[in-house]
């Protein structure tokens, strides 16, 4: 697995690594006793590099058994697993599987399937925690539908929260989708749902950790 910094941060990085230089030149300049600007870099050098970990752009290959299967798009904690009706694009009762990211995780997002994607529709909205049920309807939100290889649709929804204010999306409909692929990003911490048809084996329970473009979460009929 090779691991690079994905291209979405790399203006933030050159720039908050430009105002922490001239911000601990001029501590240890002018400052003192000397530990007060060493104390105060190494807290600057420990910020910087959670924010170098928060935009690695790792490239997976997933390894299994590619028919019919369903990965998660996301790096994080599954904190939803339910029936619900989807009233926005598929209008119908699906089995949703939600991601929620920490801004400890990788932010990248892989498609679930492999197939073509049919339809992306950005919807404007709130800006509520990404944790809270009501966020995947309320909150500012990207919604992307795939059709996989065997003819079943598939909805991925990326959900911005109370911090992460910026999604990325870089599919477009009749591109083919394949889950090695980043299909987009979000900035500082978020959640990502999938949803499934009501037959789609389940791999996967709340609580449980998911690793983006490998982990299987389950497999279409």
Same mark, same amino acid.
């Given at each position: 697995?090779? !691991?690079?910094?994905?291209?979405?941060?790399?203006?933030?990085?050159?720039? +908050?690594l430009?105002?922490?230089?001239?911000?601990?030149?001029?501590?240890?300049?002018f400052?003192?006793?000397?530990?007060?600007?060493? !104390?105060?870099?190494?807290?600057?050098?420990?910020?910087?590099?959670?924010?170098?970990?928060?935009?690695?752009?790792?490239?997976?290959?997933?390894?299994?058994d590619?028919?019919?299967?369903?990965?998660? %798009?996301?790096?994080?904690?599954?904190?939803?697993?339910?029936?619900?009706?989807?009233?926005e694009?598929?209008?119908?009762?699906?089995?949703?599987?939600? !991601?929620?990211?920490s801004?400890?995780?990788?932010?990248?997002?892989?498609?679930?399937?492999?197939?073509?994607? +049919?339809?992306?529709?950005?919807?404007?909205?709130?800006?509520?925690?990404?944790? +809270?049920?009501?966020?995947?309807?309320?909150?500012?939100?990207?919604? !992307?539908?795939?059709?996989?290889?065997?003819?079943?649709?598939?909805?991925?929804?990326q959900?911005?929260?109370?911090v992460?204010?910026? *999604?990325?999306?870089?599919?477009?409909?009749?591109?083919q989708?394949? *889950?090695?692929?980043?299909?987009?990003?979000?900035?500082?911490? %978020?959640?990502?749902?999938?949803?499934?048809?009501?037959?789609?084996?389940?791999?996967?329970?709340?609580?449980?950790?998911?690793?983006?473009?490998? %982990?299987?979460?389950?497999?279409?009929?």
């Amino acid at each position: 697995m090779r !691991v690079k910094i994905h291209r979405e941060g790399t203006n933030i990085l050159i720039v +908050l690594l430009l105002m922490l230089a001239v911000i601990n030149l001029s501590a240890w300049m002018f400052i003192r006793p000397v530990e007060i600007p060493i !104390v105060f870099s190494s807290v600057c050098g420990v910020l910087y590099l959670l924010v170098v970990n928060f935009f690695r752009s790792p490239r997976r290959t997933f390894r299994g058994d590619r028919d019919n299967v369903i990965v998660s %798009s996301v790096d994080g904690t599954v904190v939803a697993l339910e029936e619900v009706f989807e009233p926005e694009v598929l209008r119908r009762k699906v089995r949703m599987v939600s !991601v929620f990211m920490s801004v400890f995780n990788v932010h990248a997002n892989w498609f679930p399937v492999d197939g073509q994607v +049919l339809l992306v529709r950005h919807h404007r909205g709130r800006f509520l925690s990404a944790y +809270l049920p009501k966020a995947s309807i309320e909150n500012e939100r990207s919604t !992307v539908l795939i059709r996989a290889n065997n003819g079943q649709e598939i909805l991925m929804r990326q959900i911005a929260g109370a911090v992460a204010r910026r *999604i990325v999306t870089y599919a477009h409909p009749g591109e083919q989708a394949n *889950i090695e692929d980043h299909m987009g990003f979000i900035k500082f911490g %978020s959640r990502v749902d999938l949803y499934l048809p009501l037959d789609a084996k389940i791999n996967v329970k709340i609580g449980d950790k998911t690793t983006g473009g490998v %982990s299987v979460i389950g497999r279409l009929k």
